[in-house]
């Protein structure tokens, strides 16, 4: 069984960055994608990024360019490096693990999601 835990959410000013971070207990994290999400208020959860396996990544268009994310299996950990903030990336942030095998930016391919994370951007 995965559990996950987000940190490094806060409020930050628009233009500011903020490193997100999701911690994973047990040893079987490197065998799964691992997902970003976030949720808006009275909106719903919506992709964000992905890291494969072999590292490779695919990002949401409202945020190429601008998040990284990546992985350290040695850690256990999966990051999310957010840059230019805008306002409209306010919202509760999620990781989860990709654990069936339909579209990537759907939620209910993902389960083990973690708790949240809060990021407010100021304008």
């Known amino acids: 069984q995965v559990q996950l835990v987000e940190s490094g959410g806060g409020l930050v000013q628009v233009g500011g960055s903020l490193r997100l971070s999701c911690a994973a207990s047990?040893?079987?994290?490197?065998?799964?994608?691992m997902g970003w999400f976030r949720q808006a208020p009275g909106k719903e959860r919506e992709f964000v990024a992905i890291?494969?396996?072999?590292?490779?990544?695919l990002y949401a268009d409202s945020v190429k360019g601008r998040f990284t994310i990546s992985r350290d299996n040695a850690k256990n950990t999966v990051y999310l490096q957010m840059n230019s903030l805008k306002p409209e990336d306010t919202a509760v942030y999620y990781c989860?693990?990709?654990?069936?095998?339909?579209?990537?930016?759907?939620?209910?391919?993902?389960?083990?999601w973690g708790q949240g994370t809060q990021v407010t951007v100021s304008s």
């Open positions: 989860a693990v990709k654990v069936f095998s339909g579209r990537y930016y759907q939620p209910d391919q993902y389960d083990h």
């Open positions: 890291v494969f396996i072999d590292s490779s990544v």
């Open positions: 047990g040893r079987t994290f490197s065998r799964y994608a």
